[in-house]
């Protein structure tokens, strides 16, 4: 196969697993918070009187799902825009298998 075409490969494959990065990320924090807001007023609707203590718990673990999809998304970004490593690892095995 020629280099330009492999690298090609590379590159889609990479938009594709970026695409699935970001929205498989969004689906499960999605889920996440629907499951989280459902469980937190069938806390409160059982036990009124703990609804402060719940609410501070239900936002301490949004924050921790929402830095899940955060990460995910930022990762996603990066082999969108930043510089492809995996295209940078066929080129330099090219340089190598070139020069020998």
Same mark, same amino acid.
């Given at each position: 196969? %020629?280099?330009?075409? $492999?690298?090609?490969? $590379?590159?889609?494959?990479? $938009?594709?697993a970026a695409g699935l990065l970001i929205s498989?990320?969004?689906l499960g924090t999605a889920?996440?918070?629907g499951l989280l807001?459902?469980?937190f007023l069938e806390g409160v609707a059982r036990q009124?009187?703990?609804?402060?203590?719940?609410? $501070?718990?239900m936002f301490i673990v949004a924050g921790l799902v929402d830095a899940?999809?955060?990460?995910?998304?930022v990762?996603?970004?990066?082999?969108?825009?930043? %510089?492809?490593p995996f295209a940078r690892a066929v080129i330099n095995l090219t340089k190598t298998t070139a020069g020998a």
């Open positions: 196969m %020629e280099i330009a075409s $492999v690298i090609g490969q $590379v590159q889609g494959l990479s $938009v594709i498989l990320a969004a889920i996440g918070f807001g459902g469980k009124p009187e703990l609804g402060p203590m719940l609410m $501070v718990r899940f999809a955060a990460i995910s998304i990762m996603g970004l990066l082999l969108f825009f930043a %510089e492809n």
